[in-house]
Each structure stands twice: as structure tokens, then as C-alpha cells.
Nanobody
Framework: QVDLVESGGGSVQPGGSLRLSCAAS????????MAWFRQAPGKERERVAS?????STTYADSVEARFTIFRASNTHYLQMNSLRPEDSAMYYC?????????????????WGKGTLVTVSS
């Protein structure tokens, strides 16, 4: 069992920055993939960024060059720069045991409860 706990959400003006954190506990060393998803009201949950055990990363086109995912030990982070109002959403930390795509829920095996990000002037 793996538990994921997010932190770092909040309100920021357009153009600002936030850093989200996700602390993994339990059998975290077994995890192959760590990722961030987001879901805005009335929209589908979408994958924002993921990082694999070897350090390779992928990003959604909408956040490329603005967001950076990185990990340190059992915590992974999402650095969000140049934030836009359309980035407002609930952000979820997720983890995959074997890869980034075959877990039961949106391709992932474990989920945090989410942290809210609001970008508004």
C-alpha cells in the first residue's frame, strides 16, 4: 500500500508561480512512475506531467516549458511558472507501480486527495 499526500496549492495571480509537493509513504520505493493530474469543474481529468524511475519526463502540451516535474527520494514536485487562469483546477498526485499507463485509474495505481490551485486576478 502507498499513501500520497499533496501540499502547496493556493491562490496566485496570472503570471505567478506555485510549487506542489507529493509525499509518498508505505511501499514507495516500489513505485515506477510519479505523476500529476488536474481536473477543472466540468472537465475531464487530464495528465499534466509524469516522471519515471530513470528520470525521464513527459508533459501535456498545455504546460510544456512552464511546468517542471522532479523528484527527490519519496517526494515529487511540480514547479508551476507563468500560471494562467486556465491552469486553475484540483491537482492530484498519482503513482504507478510498473509504468505510467496501465494502472486501474487513468493509468495509475495510487492517488492523493488533491490540492486546489486557483489562478485569478
Amino acid at each position: 500500500q502507498v499513501d500520497l499526500v499533496e501540499s502547496g496549492g493556493g491562490s496566485v495571480q496570472p503570471g505567478g508561480s506555485l510549487r506542489l509537493s507529493c509525499a509518498a509513504s508505505g511501499n514507495a520505493r516500489r513505485l515506477y512512475c510519479m505523476a500529476w493530474f488536474r481536473q477543472a469543474p466540468g472537465k475531464e481529468r487530464e495528465r499534466v506531467a509524469s516522471i519515471e524511475r530513470d528520470g525521464s519526463t513527459t508533459y501535456a502540451d498545455s504546460v510544456e516549458a512552464r511546468f517542471t516535474i522532479f523528484r527527490a527520494s519519496n517526494t515529487h514536485y511540480l514547479q508551476m511558472n507563468s500560471l494562467r487562469p486556465e491552469d486553475s483546477a484540483m491537482y492530484y498526485c498519482a503513482a504507478g507501480l510498473y509504468d505510467c499507463y496501465t494502472g486501474a485509474t487513468y493509468g495509475m495505481d495510487y492517488w492523493g486527495k488533491g490540492t486546489l490551485v486557483t489562478v485569478s486576478s
